[in-house]
């Protein structure tokens, strides 16, 4: 039985949060999180948790693409890094949105997808990983 429990600072006030072990401990519940724990669970052998430092994903403008003005700038749901100084840039420092929540930076990216280039993945099946090429990857990326 697969069991999914959220607990954030809201609502673990006063409570036992003591849970028990876990096969495996995910941190960050982004694209890839999500799907890791997904796939480790989805048997039900295995005990996963999934940890996430933000909010649910149930911020209306998530779920828009024109929400990316929105979510881009808020503060629950973007950790609203910046680059380091680049001497070639003038010392210049650039905002870098980077997703804290369910979903991770796709939950602000405008629901923009891009799949990788073949070139690249047979790239890197060439370089003597197998498994890796464009063809074998394909079924998995429509998963």
């Not at 999934?50 to 979510?71: M, S």
């Not at 890796?132 to 394909?138: E, F, K, M």
């Amino acid at each position: 039985m697969r069991q999914i429990v959220s607990i954030n600072e809201t609502n673990a006030r006063g409570r036992d949060l003591s849970v028990g072990a876990f096969d495996y401990v995910i941190v960050g519940a982004g694209s890839s999180g999500c799907v890791l724990a997904n796939r480790l669970s989805a048997d039900g052998r295995h005990k996963v948790l999934l940890l996430e430092a933000g909010p649910k994903d149930n911020y209306l403008w998530i779920h828009i693409p024109i929400g990316y003005g929105k979510t881009m700038f808020h503060k629950a749901y973007n950790w609203g890094f910046y680059t380091d100084p680049e001497a070639n840039m003038h010392d210049r420092r650039i905002y870098w949105p980077r997703g804290r929540g369910l979903g991770g930076s796709s939950s602000i990216n405008g629901l923009i997808f891009i799949r990788g280039q073949s070139d690249d993945y047979d790239h890197w099946a060439q370089l003597g990983n197998p498994g890796w090429s464009y063809a074998d990857v394909l079924p998995l990326l429509r998963r």
